[in-house]
C-alpha cells in the first residue's frame, strides 16, 4: 500500500514540472515558427484585388489541385473568397481558422461559385483543403492561407 501512495505522491509532485517545462519549450517553438511564416511572406504582394474596400480573391477547385494555391491576405482586411468547382464537386476549409456562419461540408458544385466574406482577424499561416471527395488525388488539395 505504500509503494502505491509513494507512487501517486511521485506522481503529483513531477507531472506539474514536466508540464511547465514542456509548456515553456512549446512556447518558444510556436513563436519561432509563426515568426518565421510571417518573414516567409513579408515580401510577397497580396492576393486578389481591393473592390470597394474589400479584398476580393478568385480560387478555383480542380481534381486535384487549387489554382491560388497560396493566399496572402493582410491581417484586419474584408475578405471575399469566390471558389469555383471547375471538373467535379469540391470543398472548402481553411484548417483552424473560423469563418463565421460557414459549413466545412458545403459542396461546391461547378458552376455554381462558393463566396464566402470573413474579417482576416488573426495573423498565422494555415492550410487549406478540400472537404469533399473528389477522386483518388483529392488527398492532396490543399495550399496555404497566410494572414500578416
Not at 26 to 49: C, H, L, Q, W
Not at 88 to 116: K, S
Amino acid at each position: 500500500m505504500f509503494k502505491k501512495i509513494n507512487s501517486v505522491l511521485m506522481l503529483m509532485l513531477l507531472l506539474p514540472m514536466f508540464l511547465m517545462g514542456c509548456a515553456n519549450g512549446d512556447v518558444g517553438k510556436a513563436e519561432k515558427i509563426v515568426g518565421y511564416n510571417m518573414d516567409r511572406f513579408a515580401d510577397m504582394d497580396a492576393s486578389g484585388t481591393i473592390i470597394d474596400g474589400v479584398r476580393v480573391i478568385e480560387v478555383k477547385a480542380y481534381q486535384f489541385y487549387f489554382e491560388n494555391e497560396l493566399i496572402i491576405v493582410n491581417k484586419g482586411e474584408k475578405i471575399k473568397l469566390i471558389i469555383t468547382a471547375e471538373d467535379a464537386p469540391h470543398g472548402f476549409e481553411i484548417e483552424g481558422f473560423n469563418i463565421p456562419g460557414y459549413d466545412i461540408n458545403t459542396q461546391i458544385r461547378p458552376g455554381i461559385p462558393l463566396v464566402l466574406e470573413f474579417v482576416a482577424n488573426e495573423k498565422g499561416v494555415w492550410n487549406f483543403i478540400c472537404t469533399i471527395f473528389c477522386g483518388f488525388g483529392h488527398s492532396d488539395m490543399a495550399g496555404e492561407f497566410v494572414i500578416r
